[in-house]
Structure formats: C-alpha cells, structure tokens
C-alpha cells in the first residue's frame, strides 16, 4: 500500500519549465500527509497497534522511521537492526543512532546464522566460481555496471573481485553467473523481512516498507523480500525529496549525509554502480521529467547531461518498468475471488 500520488510541491514552484526546483517539497504538509496514511492504515484500516521498520543506516529507513513516530508515537514504533557479515561496517553503528535518536523500542539480530545455514554464501561462491574459479571466502566481491549515458550498446555486469593480498580483478558476468549470484544474495533480503513479519505478529504490529520512488519505479527490490510489506510511505518521493524530509525531520547529520549503497556485496557498493548507473539526483530530474511529459532536450541542461544522453537514460528507464511488472505484480487467480459477494 502507498500513495499513488504525486508529492506536493513547493507552492511557489512553476510545473511549466523544467527546473531541479520542481522537485522541491513542501515538507510539513507532506509529513502531514503520510502521518494520516499511516494512522489510518495501520490503526484502523488494520487494526494493528504499530509498526515493525527494520533500520539500514540509510535515509531511506529512517524517514520512513521519523514519519511513523511522528504520527503514531514512538511507543508504536519496533525498529530492528538486521546486519549479515557482508554489511558495511558503519551499518551497525549508523542503525543504533537511528533508533537511539528515535527514542523507540528495537531488537538486534545478526542473520548471518541464518544465511549460512540457508547457504547463501556458499550458494553465492559457488555461482562466482563459474566465472572465477580460484574465488574463495577469503576474497571480497560486488558487481558492477558501465555507465548508462557512455553508450547506446547493451550493458553487461561485471564481477568485482578483491583478494586477501589486494589484487582485484573484473570479469564479465555470464547468465548462469549472474543469476546464481543474484539469487543467492536475495536470501539477505527475504530472511529480513521474514524477521519483521516475526516481530510484528508477536507485537500485532503492522510492516513498513522504506522504498522511495526511483527504487519503487525502477524495480530495485527484491519480491517477498525488502518487496513486502503493509504500507509503503515514502514510494511516491523521489530521492532528492527524501533527504529534503530527512533535513525537515532533523535526523542525524550522519544519516542525512550518508550516500545510496545496496550494502549487500562484501566491497562497498553504492546504488549507482550497481543498478541505476546515474547519480540519484541526475536519475530523480530525467525521471521526473518523463513522469510529468517534458522532452529530453528540456530536461538535459538541468540534468547536466546532452539530450542524446538523456534519451539513453528514457530508455533505460523504460526497460526496467518492463522488468518490474513482474516484481509488482501479485498472484495469478484462474478466478477472482468474490469474498462471498454475488
């Protein structure tokens, strides 16, 4: 559930040009607007008494965290701190001060254990080794993509590897590599997410999702996993627009500076190099312009890019909401069910 709405914007903003200024919000009346999506969801549409967040360190959660105690009260609020042994190291920290900052209620659980036992690494290492065969858990890893504005030909993944003595190397990713990998690594996400489900039936809580627009648009979830969810608040805001709320909610410096990872991979990884393969603001702009109609040639001066580069970026948009249908869509029924209605 979330809004399928557009944010508000500043009142003084024009929509009739295109400017990074549209994107600015209006932040008290947004906050405002969530908070009574929130109580009216989780409350009464529901009837749960709060709601489960689990804390990443990142913007993302803990706005989703600052809007929820601000309109449920932060004895309503369970957070938890979720880290595997391929988190980055400032996750556990960063978590804490969130929920520390918040005042609320949290559990801390390592899901390595679990992960191990599910064999998601081993699962992992053994997909690398089809393409790296002196790979061993000694070695570090994250996969990479080659920019989207560079060219128009297909874009392939590649496998960043890091030995204990330093070396790195990149190899190209194969199909049966490169699904192995990404499966393997989508345990981190679902055994999370089973773990706010556990803590929400036992507390008779509600789960919030923390994607935010481009990652909710552009599929970067993993179904079942950080897919799930009760209430999605922030999947109608653009990046820019989240760590505009986070400054207006006076979160920690630490987590309002702290860049877009996937902190997924055992070497750090941001969003872009992964996934998007723009910066979050450049991707935000050429997005928003494609969602409100405005041409390539308008939205490249603000986006610092040419309109030819802008098109690739429409394209790429483009072929990851096909990609996403299937992550967005629910079960197939042979019959719809009627909940007893004639």
């Not at 190291?89 to 978590?95: A, M, N, Q, R």
């Not at 627009?213 to 109608?236: C, M, N, S, T, W």
């Not at 998007?276 to 312009?289: A, E, I, R, T």
Request: charged fraction near 25%.
């Amino acid at each position: 559930m979330y809004f399928n709405q557009q944010p508000l914007i500043h009142p003084l903003m024009s929509p009739s040009y295109f400017s990074p200024n549209l994107l600015k919000l209006d932040c008290a009346q947004e906050a405002d607007r969530i908070g009574a999506m929130l109580r009216e969801a989780v409350l009464h549409r529901f009837k749960k008494k709060g709601l489960v967040i689990a804390f990443s360190g990142g913007v993302d959660s803990s706005v989703v965290g600052a809007l929820a105690v601000r309109a449920l009260g932060k004895e309503r609020v369970f957070g938890l701190l979720l880290p595997e042994r391929d988190s980055a190291s400032e996750t556990p920290g960063l978590s804490r001060l969130v929920v520390d900052h918040f005042g609320i209620q949290y559990a801390h659980e390592d899901i390595t254990p679990i992960l191990e036992a599910a064999g998601c690494y081993r699962r992992r290492d053994e997909a690398i080794r089809h393409v790296v065969p002196d790979y061993d858990s000694n070695c570090k890893c994250k996969m990479v993509l080659p920019p989207v504005v560079d060219s128009d030909q297909y874009r392939l993944f590649k496998l960043v590897v890091q030995y204990p003595d330093g070396r790195r190397t990149e190899t190209r990713l194969d199909l049966t590599a490169y699904l192995g990998i990404v499966a393997a690594s989508n345990f981190k996400q679902r055994t999370r997410k089973m773990l706010e489900y556990y803590h929400a039936d036992r507390l008779n809580y509600a789960v919030s999702g923390t994607p935010n627009r481009l990652e909710y648009d552009q599929g970067f979830f993993v179904k079942l996993g950080d897919g799930a969810a009760d209430v999605k608040p922030i999947a109608h805001l653009y990046k820019t627009q989240v760590y505009q709320m986070a400054a207006f909610l006076q979160l920690p410096e630490d987590i309002r500076n702290r860049l877009p990872t996937t902190d997924t991979y055992s070497l750090p990884q941001s969003q872009e190099e992964f996934y998007f393969s723009l910066p979050y603001d450049k991707m935000d702009l050429v997005l928003y312009g494609r969602n409100n109609q405005f041409t390539a040639a308008e939205i490249a001066p603000s986006a610092g890019l040419s309109a030819e580069q802008v098109e690739r970026v429409l394209r790429d948009i483009e072929g990851k909401r096909r990609a996403a249908r299937y992550l967005h869509s629910p079960p197939v029924l042979v019959e719809p069910e009627s909940h007893g209605q004639p």
